[in-house]
Antibody, heavy 121, light 110 residues
Framework: EVQLVESGGGLVQPGRSLRLSCAGS????????MHWVRQAPGKGLEWVSS????????GYADSVKGRFTISRDNAKNSLYLQMNSLRAEDTAFYYC??????????????WGQGILVTVSS | QSALTQPASVSGSPGQSITISCTGT?????????VSWFQQHPGKAPKLMIS???KRPSGVSNRFSGSKSGNTASLTISGLQAEDEADYYC??????????FGGGTKLTVL
């Protein structure tokens, strides 16, 4: 059974940093691209970032470019999102999701349960 | 990276068909056959319903279908059922390794 489990969320002050992790199991992690998608409470989905199977292709939403960094460690079956200079508008549930292809195709066929990041003083 | 445009809400009676539109630009929907649709029930993670405009993943009912014309993609649900009531989101490739979601559509089954 495919599982994606996010961790590292919580309450953080504006301007501070937080690192999210996503542990994958039940599939060959390094065969697939991965994405982070977020959803502010009561709002819609927003794509945040994606990374190809070998980290050779990486993309960011304009809203996080320059502040967030996506990475992966295929040896540890893990995906990460380093979030710096956090703002109140970054408050959201953050989902880790698996693409169906080694390079992103937008076919996000598996999702984690989501983890809440709250940016507030 | 402007969000794709979806109607805020649509509704239909059981057994009917409904279509949800997703309008982008020539830089995203119009340029790539990489449009996906997701269903999200309250408090749950999204579920992939359609990929690459019209491909239905294994396990997804054949009542769900996707299409695209120009800068607009569409999701059609036929034979509406109570369990289809959910939020639906489209997502398109926007070039340079970036993706964009639509604002979401709330489907109500009357």
């Amino acid at each position: 059974e495919v599982q994606l489990v996010e961790s590292g969320g919580g309450l953080v002050q504006p301007g501070r940093s937080l690192r999210l992790s996503c542990a994958g199991s039940g599939f060959t992690f390094d065969d697939y691209a991965m994405h982070w998608v977020r959803q502010a409470p009561g709002k819609g989905l927003e794509w945040v970032s994606s990374i190809s199977w070998n980290s050779g292709s990486i993309g960011y939403a304009d809203s996080v470019k320059g502040r967030f960094t996506i990475s992966r460690d295929n040896a540890k079956n893990s995906l990460y999102l380093q979030m710096n200079s956090l703002r109140a508008e970054d408050t959201a549930f953050y989902y880790c999701s698996k693409d169906r292809d080694y390079d992103s195709s937008g076919s996000l066929d598996q999702w984690g349960q989501g983890i809440l990041v709250t940016v507030s003083s | 990276q402007s969000a794709l445009t979806q109607p805020a809400s649509v509704s239909g009676s059981p057994g009917q068909s409904i279509t949800i539109s997703c309008t982008g630009t020539s830089s995203d929907v119009g340029s790539y056959n990489l449009v996906s649709w997701f269903q999200q029930h309250p408090g749950k993670a999204p579920k992939l319903m359609i990929s690459e405009v019209s491909k239905r993943p294994s396990g997804v009912s054949n009542r769900f279908s996707g299409s695209k014309s120009g800068n607009t993609a569409s999701l059609t649900i036929s034979g509406l059922q109570a369990e289809d009531e959910a939020d639906y989101y489209c997502c398109s490739y926007a070039g340079s390794s970036t993706w964009v979601f639509g604002g979401g559509t709330k489907l109500t089954v009357l």
